[in-house]
């Protein structure tokens, strides 16, 4: 419903307007407003990440150069002109160690689809998505696990969150490649965040983490298998991001106590 208080529409959620001297009513921006808080309730962003933009995105310093991080300048980069160009042929997958930012430049890509270009978004938690389809488990009948799946499939967008790259399961394999094939042959958007181990680079170059240690993306998602790995390829841009653990060496500084 249109906002009651709104002094434009008076409620109607429609606005008087004049074209070349002829009378008519258009959509009220109150309307607008409201449909894209309406979607961002239903895209789930968890309270932890609701605050999220690209505007208050922290690239830090390396501590070596003194220079602002060249891989969080390039994936906020790459964020801010994926909302401008979409709708896209790709998604993104943000991958890189922990506390980087990669849940935060993902959920900000969600907020601005949600409120510049009104898009329906979905954010999930890859573990808490695995969770709850075991809690809903049948060996019945799967009508419960497809209740779980389905927004996840139809989402316009979706944001999968901490995808499992590191040493999956079978059945984790399985669960995501359902998800991964599905929305391949649906062309639609998926945005993914995953947390690398460390290891070798496939192309021979040494990316390394803050503690030193290679990032190797092409080892860790062939794990999931030759099929889904390439169709990742395919479906979303890679984006690394490569820096110390904000919430080690920023957020910790600032959990004190009043009298301390």
Known sequence: MAN???KVCEGTGWKPVERDGVRAVE???CRVTERSERLLDQARIPRRYEHCTFENFDIRKDKDTGRRNATLERA????RRFVEEYPAEFGLLFYGTTGVGKTHLAVAVL??????KGVACLFYDF???LKEIRDSYNPVSETSELRVLQPVLDAEVLLLDEMAASDPSNWVKETLAHIINSRYNQKKTTL???TLP???GSDGEKRNSPSGEPLDVERSLSQLGTTLCSRLYEMCKLVEMNSDDYRRSIKQAGCQFHSE
């Open 192 to 194: 993914i965040t995953t």
């Open 27 to 29: 959509r009220c921006d």
């Open 76 to 79: 906020l980069f790459f964020a």
């Open 111 to 116: 907020r601005e689809l949600v409120f510049e």
């Open 198 to 200: 460390m290891g070798g």
């Open 4 to 6: 009651p208080i709104c």
């Open 127 to 129: 573990r808490d998505l």
